[in-house]
């Protein structure tokens, strides 16, 4: 999950900048989606950015659940490999993880896991309609959701052995 929508206020470093109106009204839409779809986490990595952590809070309170919560400074200004290695490292026990990132490093990780972006690429006329991996490497919105369905354990996380079940941004979340 990529964080809220955030400001951009003047003199306020990038760690701490806070989330704007419309992040304020997507990091709950975001929770409401992720209990409605059937992805409440038991186990949540957040970076330490205010932003992310204003969009944890929110997305939370609509889960009715408090899955326990990392804040992981490795998370905030990571890259998409380094971030693979903090979720390598996450507890084996926990069936679903949200982490609660940045761009450009949470959608460099989500496009290097899924399988699809192995498959070699179609000229565009024999193309069949556009694939949610389609729309995720086009664009990963603030508060856009990337679920992937993870066949091994955290530690054993490889490019492009998981498969990309769901992609989903605030538009197409109920507000």
Known sequence: MRHAKSAWPDDVPD??????????????AAGRWLRQAGYVPDHVLCSTA?????????????????????????????????LLEVVRRQPSAARTIVVV???PALPELALALAAEGRAPSRPKAA?????????????????????????????????????????????????
Do not use: C
């Open 101 to 103: 990132g940045h761009h």
């Open 15 to 28: 760690h701490d900048r806070p989330l704007a109106r419309r992040g304020r009204r997507d990091a709950p």
């Open 127 to 175: 193309r069949s309609p556009v694939t949610a991996f389609d729309r995720m490497r086009a664009k990963f919105p603030t508060a856009a959701i990337a679920v992937l369905d993870v066949s091994v354990p955290w530690g054993e996380l490889a490019p492009g052995g998981e498969q990309l079940a769901r992609f989903v941004t605030p538009h197409e979340m109920p507000q």
């Open 50 to 82: 205010r932003r992310a952590r204003q969009t944890w809070q929110l997305a939370e309170a609509e889960l009715g659940s408090e899955p326990p919560t990392v804040f992981d400074p490795g998370v905030y200004e990571a890259s998409g490999a380094s």
